[in-house]
């Protein structure tokens, strides 16, 4: 069973930091473009980054640009973000999902597999 469970949500004060993690089970990833996405009550999913199959190249959401690093370990079949300087509005579920292709996209038709889904609190 193919899955990415998501690791690391919680409550934090603005300012704050996190780190998301993401592990893959019943296939590798490593070839894949891995995104994360969040979304918060009554909004749509949005992207907030992504990062290439080697890790070489990534793609941030303006809003996150300077405050998230995307980062992965294919050897560990794994994705993190770290957040720093967090805001309520970051607040929402944060997901992570494998891409169909190798590099980076932002669509969320373009991602195949999702992982559940982890809560991120910020309070001001």
């Known amino acids: 069973q193919v899955q990415l469970v998501e690791f690391g949500g919680g409550l934090v004060q603005a300012g704050g930091s996190l780190r998301l993690s993401c592990a893959g089970s019943g296939r590798s990833f490593s070839r894949d473009a891995m995104g994360w996405f969040r979304q918060a009550p009554g909004k749509e999913r949005e992207f907030v980054a992504a990062i290439n199959w080697s890790g070489s190249m990534a793609s941030y959401a303006d809003s996150v640009k300077g405050r998230f690093t995307i980062s992965r370990d294919n050897a560990k079949n794994t994705v993190y973000v770290q957040m720093n300087s967090l805001k309520p509005e970051d607040t929402a579920v944060y997901y992570c999902?494998?891409?169909?292709?190798?590099?980076?996209?932002?669509?969320?038709?373009?991602?195949?597999?999702w992982g559940q889904g982890t809560q991120v609190t910020v309070s001001s």
């Open positions: 999902a494998a891409a169909k292709r190798s590099f980076v996209v932002a669509g969320t038709d373009e991602y195949a597999y």
